[in-house]
């Protein structure tokens, strides 16, 4: 299994972005595409869900209201929308297989992407 994540970059506060995990070589028994970051000095936390057999997603409590996981038609494709990026927001942003939803990063037993660093700064 591959994981790509892409979309990162600098953004100045208040900005917005798109992240995108292009997944390659998963099986239909981990259809769990889950993001989390990491900042420096900072355990990785988890964000977003979502589970392609129906679409449904899951947000951690403290990242409602600011993220959006999405999906394309074929599932080869997971996005995160952010909105009003702050500077705290700024890490690197994984995307990881399962076999089950979980925004608990020590909880995923699957595949991990390489992350794509997200810096916000004025």
């Known amino acids: 299994v591959q994981l790509q994540a892409s979309g990162g970059g600098s953004v100045q506060p208040g900005g917005s972005l798109t992240l995108s995990c292009a997944v390659s070589?998963?099986?239909?028994?981990?259809?769990?595409r889950g993001w989390y970051r990491q900042a420096p000095g900072k355990n990785r936390e988890g964000i977003a869900c979502?589970?392609?057999?129906?679409?449904?997603?899951y947000y951690a409590d403290h990242m409602k209201g600011r993220f959006a996981i999405s999906r394309d038609n074929a599932g080869d494709t997971v996005y995160l929308q952010i909105y009003g990026l702050q500077p705290e927001d700024s890490a690197i942003y994984y995307c990881?297989?399962?076999?089950?939803?979980?925004?608990?990063?020590?909880?995923?037993?699957?595949?991990w992407g390489q992350g794509t660093q997200v810096t916000v700064s004025s």
């Open positions: 990881a297989t399962d076999v089950r939803c979980t925004t608990r990063p020590d909880d995923v037993f699957g595949a």
């Open positions: 070589g998963a099986t239909s028994a981990t259809p769990a």
């Open positions: 979502i589970n392609l057999k129906d679409s449904t997603t």
